[in-house]
């Protein structure tokens, strides 16, 4: 088991202090990334650090760790400026980005943001916003016309440095995303699923990728919930092992003032004992 940490970048965690000492403390203690929540706003709080702009941030602080979002919302933006922000960060950080992918949830968010449809048509909208990024990031000048994005002679350059793009990690339980998960995914990352829940669906998805004939192994990812009990936070991980997880990446959302000492506690008191 390897293990990532996944930082609350809003409320009163909004601390350009804090985040830089929470993310050093990860890399020196050997987390494989660290992932923020791609929001502009949430129903408990206004008040966030934009994900990209704060992954471009840490890009410079830190130099190993990799770094990404849990997940980012594909119909929220652009896809063409999305493809040319995440590019820009996996070069600042010399290849180290990991682009979750979702297809968005919070309605108020992207009625005061973007725009909102209906499940299937956000669905639809990832799948073809996806379509369009990894033309940008693999080819020269890209002509695209869809049924809801189009793109006229634009070029995405510098490229991303990862070959042959940015790993994408899906954070979702639905069915037809889990299916693009398997078709265009390279990881798993879902919400609050349970460990005997995350063993069924990793089985469906490694099944829909033998029909996709996918070459190449998929990573899988569970978020949990951040703990101080050092026995149960144990059993949690080995039964996700059993079921496949090759990641345990708690959201650390302790208390602001333990944020960074929790990062190294976690990594003395449970990491350890897994390496």
């Not at 502009?40 to 206004?46: C, D, I």
């Not at 966030?48 to 770094?67: N, P």
């Not at 979702?102 to 990832?126: H, I, Q």
């Not at 991980?237 to 000492?261: H, M, N, Q, T």
Request: hydrophobic letters at 40%; one cysteine or more.
């Amino acid at each position: 088991m390897k293990f990532g940490i996944i930082l609350p970048n809003y409320g009163e965690y909004c601390d350009v202090k804090l985040f830089s000492e929470a993310a050093l403390a990860a890399e020196e203690e050997g987390f494989d990334h660290v992932l923020v929540w791609d929001h502009y706003a949430l129903p408990w709080s206004k008040r966030t650090f934009e994900a990209w702009s704060l992954l471009a941030f840490l890009a410079g602080r830190t130099s190993r760790i990799r770094l990404g979002t849990c997940v980012t919302p594909i119909p929220f933006r652009s896809p063409a400026h999305l493809a040319k922000i995440v590019a820009t960060v996996d070069v600042l950080s010399a290849g180290r980005v990991i682009l979750g992918v979702g297809a968005g949830w919070n309605r108020s968010e992207f009625r005061g943001f973007s725009s909102w449809d209906d499940g299937a048509t956000r669905v639809a909208k990832t799948r073809e916003g996806l379509d369009l990024v990894l033309k940008l990031w693999s080819e020269g000048k890209v002509d695209f016309e869809g049924r809801f994005y189009s793109a006229k002679g634009a070029v995405v350059e510098p490229k991303p440095v990862q070959k042959p793009h940015p790993p994408l990690w899906f954070g979702t339980r639905g069915e037809h995303m889990m299916r693009m998960l398997a078709e265009y995914g390279d990881g798993w990352i879902p919400i609050k699923v349970s460990a005997r829940d995350y063993g069924r669906r990793r089985e469906r998805i490694e099944e829909w990728a033998r029909r996709y004939n996918r070459r190449g192994r998929l990573e899988y990812v569970c978020d949990a919930n951040a703990s101080t009990d050092v026995n149960k936070i144990t059993r949690e991980i080995e039964r996700y092992g059993k079921a496949g997880c090759d990641y345990y990446s708690p959201a650390f959302e302790y208390p602001r003032g333990e944020l960074v000492k929790r990062v190294r506690w976690f990594a003395k008191n449970i990491a350890s004992s897994f390496s």
